[in-house]
């Protein structure tokens, strides 16, 4: 379990460095949103369901990142940069989290099966 819970705080610090310095801060939402898919869905296609804790840890660096640099005052790309704000990045980041982590335990599944594994489990 630390395992988990260290790759996904990697993963997740990377996203957020990404989301608050790559190009002085100005990186399309998009961009956040494909590394956060992909790196919950590899841990559900690592992983399977046991994924979801290093998907959880993912999910929260983002919206922890603009909490601490509002509790901070420091200037952030959130805006406006409310509790408000933050509050909806992080469940709209939880649903693409969540969804991420489901897409890579259906590939996981799909991909065991395929191999003649029998039905995963």
Same mark, same amino acid.
């Given at each position: 379990?630390p395992?988990?819970?260290?790759?996904?705080?990697?993963?997740g610090?990377?996203?957020?460095?990404? *989301?608050?310095?790559?190009?002085g801060?100005?990186? /399309?939402?998009?961009?956040i949103?494909?590394m956060l $898919? !992909?790196a919950?869905?590899?841990?559900?296609?690592?992983?399977?369901?046991?994924g979801?804790?290093a998907?959880?840890?993912v999910?929260?660096?983002?919206?922890l990142?603009?909490?601490?640099?509002h509790?901070?005052?420091?200037? *952030?790309?959130l805006?406006p940069?409310?509790?408000? /704000?933050?509050?909806?990045?992080?469940a709209?980041? $939880? !649903?693409?989290?969540t969804?991420g982590?489901?897409?890579?335990?259906?590939?996981?599944?799909i991909?065991?099966?395929?191999?003649?594994?029998g039905?995963?489990?």
């Amino acid at each position: 379990m630390p395992l988990l819970f260290g790759i996904g705080f990697i993963a997740g610090a990377v996203i957020a460095v990404v *989301d608050n310095f790559a190009f002085g801060g100005e990186v /399309s939402p998009i961009v956040i949103v494909a590394m956060l $898919f !992909a790196a919950t869905a590899a841990a559900g296609w690592i992983w399977g369901w046991r994924g979801w804790r290093a998907s959880a840890v993912v999910w929260l660096c983002v919206p922890l990142a603009h909490l601490v640099r509002h509790l901070l005052r420091l200037p *952030d790309t959130l805006q406006p940069n409310s509790y408000a /704000s933050i509050l909806m990045l992080a469940a709209f980041t $939880f !649903a693409v989290s969540t969804i991420g982590t489901g897409c890579g335990v259906l590939l996981r599944r799909i991909t065991i099966s395929g191999k003649g594994g029998g039905s995963p489990k």
